[in-house]
């Protein structure tokens, strides 16, 4: 059973086209989620990287960014966390823009492989296709068309990419760095499996650093709803008013997301949710709502696939209480021309 379905019932389903609630409904709306499910004691602390393992189970930051630059924040949105792979959406966008959309394509999929994020088999079934760019392959292969010409200019273009995303500059946190480095054994497997296939242009092992540096920059939780919002606002930032890409590059980013952001509960998400999303296994979601805002969250208990567990339930119930699910719009009534 997915961790949020049976907890979902009970919070009234708002069919909303257009713009989020007025402040006022968002701020309580969003404290109503924050207080119901902050002291939920479910979910394991991811400890692979043994880093991560320190992380304090009970922490939780809930943000909101909406497209006019609202932002809201409960909790522990002041403490800092490694954005892990939430950052393979915004670096799929950045490679989105500089490519385009047929060229990023004849090299990393947009499919679900119903499979673990590192999972080796995924691409030995495939004929040693990335099929699923959220997952650690299609990611490395994401990385690995970062545009420059050597490791440091690629680097720097993809930090201030990021950085540009979240309205102000990220930065490493390097004792994580250091962590992963020396536990990354599977990625770095990966990157050489996806070489001898053919498909990375670039050395493997300079590949795996830039990814494994790209996933250790140091975000709150209001910088993933910062960075989803942008996706939300056709590319433009809506704290700062900065273009950082393209309305085309934000739907095909957004379109990945649906389909692949969750893992193996991509769909269960989606039936659920009904938002394009990225999970971290630092704890960090981020939920986009086209047209509307972004949620970012922070609780590091996990569930078996690697999502927050409060962070699912958070936007689960925000979703149905402020309107965000995609797929759910009122009626429209022909006779007053509005939705009824």
Sequence with gaps: MPVFEAHIE???QRALT??????QDVIRLMTQAYQRYRTLDEGVV???????GRADPARFGLSLVGVNGFVHELGDTAVGFSIQSISKAFVFALVREALGHEKLHEVVGVNNTGLPFNSVIAIELNDGSPMNSMNNAGAIATTALIPGADAQQRWDDLV????AFAGH????????YRSEAETNHRNQALGRLLQSYGRLAVDPAEVVDLYTRQCVLTVTSTDPATMGATLADGGVNPVTGERVVSAETCRDTLAVLASCGMYERSGEWLFEIGLPGKSGVSGGIVAVSPGKGALGSFSPPLDPAGNSVRGQRACAHLSRALGLNLFASARFDSTEGALA
């Excluded at 991811?46 to 991560?52: G, K, N, R, S």
């Design 18 to 23: 257009g713009t989020l609630p007025a402040q």
């Design 160 to 163: 201030g990419g990021l950085s």
């Design 46 to 52: 991811a400890d692979y990287i043994p880093i991560l």
């Design 169 to 176: 500059p990220l930065e490493v946190d390097q004792e994580v």
């Design 10 to 12: 009970d919070v009234e």
